[in-house]
């Protein structure tokens, strides 16, 4: 696998690298970070772009900056998949889950085999609001799971790919985020877990800058 520079002022990517990490998708889900702003940027765009270029594959791209509560999520969501206006929601028939677990169809082209979620900058609805940064979490990572291990209809393999700064590296290491255990209320029993049967989350954290080291 490549590395990137070490050059930190441009940090440019060097090229190859992105199917290798497109092979991790095929089991977890991925929290990428680094401490160096550039880079992020890079690596999502660059990971977007090599994703967008697969056949049967659709890249669903959320610029987190803009991400600080549920009604921004929700308008970068419906800005992603195409379908009816959201309720400012996660669950329910018009919630944002609803939405995820939708798949849209165009005459004469086959139906989308795989969904990607490249999240910009997801550390800012974590330092904002990290209650519902782990709901959303949890709702992306358990629709996901619905439809690879539940679900009757096609498959439609769903992968998410957080990217972020350092504070994703902490939020991952803590036992109690949404990253290693699936969300519940408190006395209840996890909801996805008790749809899917799988005991966590399948998430794994990948360190940018060393990327090919």
Same mark, same amino acid.
């Given at each position: =696998?490549?590395?990137?520079?070490?050059?930190?002022?441009?940090?440019?990517?060097?090229?190859?690298?992105?199917?290798?990490?497109? /092979? *991790?998708?095929? +089991?977890?889900?991925?929290?990428?970070?680094? +401490? $160096?702003?550039?880079?992020?940027?890079?690596?999502?765009?660059?990971?977007? /772009?090599? *994703? !967008?270029?697969?056949?049967?594959? +659709?890249?669903?791209?959320?610029?987190?900056?803009?991400?600080?509560?549920?009604?921004?999520?929700?308008? /970068?969501?419906?800005?992603?998949?195409?379908?009816?206006?959201?309720?400012?929601?996660?669950? !329910?028939?018009?919630?944002?889950?609803?939405? =995820?677990?939708?798949?849209?169809?165009?005459?004469?082209?086959?139906?989308?085999?795989?969904?990607?979620?490249?999240?910009?900058?997801?550390?800012?609805?974590?330092?904002?609001?990290? $209650?519902?940064?782990?709901?959303?979490?949890?709702?992306?990572?358990? $629709?996901?799971? +619905?439809?690879?291990?539940?679900?009757?209809?096609?498959?439609? *393999?769903?992968?998410?790919? %957080? $990217? !972020?700064?350092? =504070?994703?590296?902490?939020?991952?290491?803590?036992?109690? !985020?949404?990253?290693?255990?699936?969300?519940?209320?408190?006395?209840?029993?996890? %909801?996805?877990?008790?749809?899917?049967?799988?005991?966590?989350?399948?998430?794994?954290?990948?360190?940018?800058?060393?990327?090919?080291?």
């Amino acid at each position: =696998m490549s590395a990137l520079s070490r050059h930190t002022e441009v940090p440019l990517l060097v090229a190859d690298w992105q199917a290798d990490v497109t /092979q *991790l998708l095929d +089991e977890r889900h991925l929290v990428a970070w680094s +401490e $160096v702003p550039a880079r992020r940027t890079q690596f999502a765009v660059s990971l977007a /772009q090599f *994703l !967008g270029s697969q056949h049967d594959t +659709e890249v669903c791209v959320f610029y987190g900056q803009f991400i600080t509560d549920m009604e921004t999520f929700c308008a /970068q969501l419906e800005r992603a998949i195409a379908g009816p206006p959201l309720e400012r929601r996660l669950h !329910g028939p018009r919630g944002a889950v609803s939405l =995820m677990r939708s798949r849209c169809g165009f005459r004469g082209r086959p139906e989308t085999k795989y969904r990607f979620f490249i999240w910009h900058d997801a550390d800012v609805l974590l330092r904002k609001d990290h $209650v519902l940064f782990g709901q959303v979490v949890d709702a992306i990572a358990g $629709v996901a799971a +619905e439809a690879e291990y539940v679900s009757d209809d096609m498959l439609l *393999l769903t992968r998410a790919v %957080f $990217v !972020g700064s350092p =504070m994703l590296d902490i939020y991952y290491d803590d036992t109690r !985020g949404q990253f290693r255990r699936w969300f519940a209320a408190s006395g209840e029993e996890p %909801f996805w877990q008790v749809v899917t049967g799988i005991k966590s989350p399948p998430f794994m954290k990948y360190r940018i800058d060393k990327l090919g080291t």
